[in-house]
């Protein structure tokens, strides 16, 4: 029993779309929940005004009834507002009529830090749009979208997942020169279970799964679990977190381990933190190559965000929500979601260990 979220959608596209299989039936759905984490995706200092244009709003066509999950996978649509501009440019049959709106144009000048130019030489793309459609990060509006639908499993057994923004450049000067930044942003999950993920192969381990979701996300360039790269210059002595019990059960004064020892979780805070680049977006384009002519020319300058990191810990959170609500359906399983429920309630009467 696990968790399967399969999507597809191009940014300005129709629609973003996603079948999130693995769910227990019974399962309890707010529409509006849903909905905030999508508008809290899209708001935040630096973001472009496209967010403000688009106003997401989750769609479900099956899996559902009556705000209840069925067992069944569920369909997921996000539609793109901004489509209405882009109908002739985005038609995914050949269009009728003449090339009207946004799109038409074919765009032969790769952003250095973008998919453009990977893209274009991988799947032979003349126009780079064929590529930054499905490269840009407007499809984590449906990592955003399953994330909510995560977050909502792991609140029956008592897990709160929530991502907040730890550092971020100066936006403001960015702005003013035309240019954008990056920052650190950090999820961390509290009433997390000990025993999720496993040290048995590679591909269990939780902090490793955590890892590969996040570094996922557009712009992710960099991951740690806990205090990760500083325990590379500390001492055994000083890195590791001792262990104690009290009335509550076993547990730890310290949490430099990010709540994961061994590829399992210990049964303190999981803590992820992620660095994201800056934008490669500039509106003072940076020097690159038209691929039509092969000569020196300006990278694409098209409507961008300066920062997005504000949006980057709604997804980080909505990612590590995901990683977490699929290992505990691999724990717990269970068809309906009283059966995941009575699971996990029966693990917690065997061991010594309660959530704080
Ligand atoms: C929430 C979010 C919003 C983003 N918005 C933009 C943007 O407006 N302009 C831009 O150039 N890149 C933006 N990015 C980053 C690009 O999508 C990303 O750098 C690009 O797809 C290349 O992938 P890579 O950075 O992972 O190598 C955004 C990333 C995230 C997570």
Do not use: C
Not at 88 to 115: E, F, N, Q, V, Y
């Amino acid at each position: 029993m696990t968790l399967k979220l399969a999507t597809a959608g191009e940014s300005h596209g129709p629609a973003l779309v996603g079948i999130l299989s693995g769910l227990p039936a019974g399962l309890v759905l707010e529409r509006d929940a849903i909905d905030a984490d999508l508008a809290r995706r899209q708001q935040g200092y630096g973001r472009s005004p496209r967010q403000q244009l688009e106003q997401d709003r989750v769609e479900v066509l099956a899996g559902l009834r009556h705000g209840r999950t069925l067992g069944t996978p569920l369909a997921l649509v996000v539609h793109n507002r901004d489509h209405k501009n882009w109908e002739w440019g985005m038609s995914p049959w050949r269009p009728d009529g003449d090339p009207s709106g946004k799109g038409t144009k074919p765009i032969t000048l790769p952003r250095p830090g973008h998919a453009d130019l990977a893209g274009a030489l991988k799947f032979g793309h003349t126009d780079t749009r064929n590529t930054l459609e499905r490269a840009s990060a407007r499809q984590t509006a449906l990592t955003v979208a399953a994330g909510a639908v995560a977050k909502a499993l792991l609140r029956e057994i008592g897990i709160e997942v929530e991502g907040v923004v730890v550092t971020m450049g100066n936006i403001d000067e960015a702005k003013a020169d035309r240019d954008t930044v990056g920052g650190i942003v950090e999820a961390r999950a509290r009433g997390v279970p000990p025993g999720l993920g496993s040290y048995a192969t590679k591909d269990d381990r939780l902090d490793a799964r955590l890892a590969a979701a996040v570094m996922g996300i557009q712009a992710v360039k960099g991951v740690e679990v806990g205090a990760g790269f500083e325990l590379a210059g500390q001492r055994g002595s000083e890195a590791h977190d001792e262990i104690f019990k009290d009335e509550r059960g076993i547990h730890r004064e310290t949490n430099r381990a990010g709540g994961i020892e061994g590829g399992v979780s210990n049964g303190e805070e999981v803590v992820v933190r992620a660095a994201m680049k800056p934008l490669p977006t500039l509106m003072r384009p940076l020097r690159s190559v038209d691929l039509e002519t092969g000569e020196p020319a300006e990278a694409l300058v098209e409507r961008s965000d300066v920062a997005a990191v504000e949006a980057l810990s709604v997804v980080a959170e909505a990612s590590v929500a995901f990683e977490l609500a699929r290992a505990a359906r691999e724990k717990f399983g269970g068809d309906a979601v009283g059966d995941f429920v009575a699971a996990h309630g029966a693990y917690l009467e065997r061991i010594p260990w309660s959530a704080r």
